[in-house]
Structure formats: structure tokens, C-alpha cells
């Protein structure tokens, strides 16, 4: 498998498994309603995932490097400053809309790629970019307006999240590891080891317990796998490319929420909406796709 053909599936898992901790995270705010302790719960699990698989996979890294550490500050402060904004948006905005409205990240991501990294893009890759984030806005267009109580956190959350993306981009890369899976693996046990010491350390003062603990179970699950997608993704594509392929979490959210209205499944909050927002969704969903597979195209 070519490496770019491993980058987009690894994207896409990556998508695909966020979603599914989203809906994790709501059903955990339904019960106990504290972003602190969903976070904590969360990082406290990758944590120990990353920890258990350290003395296996992780490989010789040069921590004496500057630029090691620099990156890890990015990715781990980015983190957590992405997941206290995005959980606390949870409160306020169903997990479906979330997802998409996520996309507009990808604005966040290329302005820093741009300016950080000094990387530039072509006219098809910006119109890419356009409708995507289009799409994403019109996917949330539901009862004519948007949702805006909760933005402010989500917004953070953007900024959080789009510096933890260079970071991760920029770590992989740094660790030089042939095998870009191992290299993504890697990238993923330094930043969450750290991320999880420090969750833990918080355990008693953000009064959590083993039972909110176990709470946190299926979101921090589906998160770790997502994560270690993630990390293949933007070591192999950047995090640009990945940003965009993210985007399908809108596509994958989407479905989500049409089963979840459809039974009204209760602690997930997906209200029933009419044919013509799902149409409207379901037209949206199409231009995510086209945008998409034009700009894998054309980084092709």
C-alpha cells in the first residue's frame, strides 16, 4: 500500500471514530454534565493506552532535542486547551452539529500551515477548502439559523485543536521513523503519556471517581483509536490534508444523527428534524464529498 493510499485511510478511520467518541462524550455530559471531568476521564484513558504500549512500540527518540519538546508543547497545550473548548460546547450544541461545524478548523489549520510553516496552495485546493467549510455551515443550517449558544467554547476549541494538529505533524515528522505507522504510534505515546500523568495527578482535585471513570470508557476508547489514525494521517499528508479528510466526520455525523432522531435514543439529544433540513443535510453531505475527493486529487 502506497503511503499515500495508508494516509487517507488512516484519515478516515481517524474521522470515523471521532464521531463515534462524540456521541461517547454526550452521553457522558448527559449523565454527570462536567466538561473538567470528561476531559480528565478521557485523557486519563489514552493515557494509560499510551503507557501500556510504550514499553513495546516506542523507539529510540532523542529528547534532548529542542525542537522535540517545542512540538510536544504544541500538540499537549493545543490538546487540552481543544478538548476543555469542545466538551464544553457539547453542553450546548448536539454531537451531529459539533462534527461539522468541527470543519471549520480546516480555516484555523491552513492560515497557521501558511504562516508556520510557510506552505502554499493552489486555487483548486483553496476552492476545496471553501466548499468544504461551506458545507459544514449549511449541514448546521437547521431551522433556518444557526445554533450559536455554545460557539464561543467550539471556536476555542478550533484554535486548541488546530495547534495540536501542527504539532503532531511536526512531531512525527521529527522523530525520522521509517515505518509510518510505528512513527504515528510513537507521536501519539509521548503526547498522551504526558497528557495522561497530568489528568491523573488531577483525579481527586476535579472530583472524579473510578465510576465516572468507567463512564468515560466508550468515548476515551473510540479516541484512542482516532488518535492513532490521526497521527499516521498528518505524518504522512500534513495536517492540512488531514484537516480536509476530517471533514467526512460531517458526512459520518450526519448518518449518525439520522439513526439516532430516528429511534430518539435516549442521552444523545439528536432532535427529529424534517425532510427538508435532512434534504438540505443530505445536499450539503454531497458537496463535503466532491470537495473532498477534488483536493485528494489534487495533492495526487
Request: proline share 1%; net charge positive; glycine share 10%.
Amino acid at each position: 500500500m502506497s503511503a499515500f493510499a495508508l494516509g487517507i485511510i488512516s484519515g478516515l478511520l481517524a474521522a470515523f471514530m471521532q464521531s463515534c467518541s462524540y456521541l461517547g462524550g454526550r452521553s457522558f455530559l448527559a449523565r454527570y454534565g462536567n466538561s473538567t471531568q470528561l476531559m480528565m476521564g478521557s485523557l486519563i484513558i489514552s493515557g494509560v493506552a499510551a503507557v501500556i504500549a510504550a514499553p513495546f512500540l516506542l523507539q529510540n527518540v532523542d529528547f534532548s532535542s529542542w525542537r522535540v519538546w517545542l512540538y510536544i508543547a504544541m500538540s499537549d497545550i493545543g490538546l487540552l486547551a481543544g478538548h476543555w473548548g469542545f466538551f464544553s460546547a457539547q453542553k450546548h450544541i448536539e454531537s451531529s452539529r459539533i462534527a461539522s461545524l468541527l470543519g471549520l478548523k480546516m480555516l484555523v489549520v491552513v492560515m497557521l500551515t501558511i504562516v508556520l510553516l510557510r506552505e502554499s496552495f493552489t486555487i483548486v485546493q483553496y476552492s476545496a477548502l471553501f466548499v468544504a467549510v461551506a458545507s459544514g455551515t449549511l449541514m448546521n443550517w437547521s431551522r433556518g439559523k444557526l445554533e450559536w449558544h455554545g460557539m464561543g467554547y467550539l471556536v476555542l476549541s478550533f484554535f486548541g485543536y488546530a495547534l495540536s494538529d501542527l504539532g503532531i505533524q511536526l512531531l512525527v515528522k521529527e522523530l525520522d521513523i521509517a515505518n509510518p505507522i510505528l512513527g504515528g504510534i510513537n507521536g501519539f505515546i509521548i503526547n498522551y503519556s504526558l497528557t495522561g500523568v497530568l489528568a491523573l495527578l488531577l483525579f481527586k482535585p476535579v472530583k472524579m471517581n473510578l465510576k465516572m471513570l468507567y463512564g468515560v470508557l466508550p468515548q476515551g476508547i473510540c479516541w484512542v483509536v482516532s488518535m492513532i489514525g490521526l497521527y499516521i494521517c498528518f505524518g504522512l499528508l500534513g495536517a492540512a490534508f488531514g484537516n480536509v479528510l476530517q471533514a467526512s466526520r460531517g458526512i459520518i455525523s450526519l448518518v449518525i444523527g439520522v439513526i439516532l432522531s430516528t429511534f430518539a435514543i435516549k442521552n444523545f439529544d439528536e432532535q427529529k428534524q424534517s425532510s427538508r433540513v435532512w434534504m438540505r443535510k443530505g445536499i450539503a453531505a454531497l458537496l463535503m464529498f466532491a470537495a473532498i475527493v477534488t483536493y485528494a486529487l489534487s495533492k495526487r
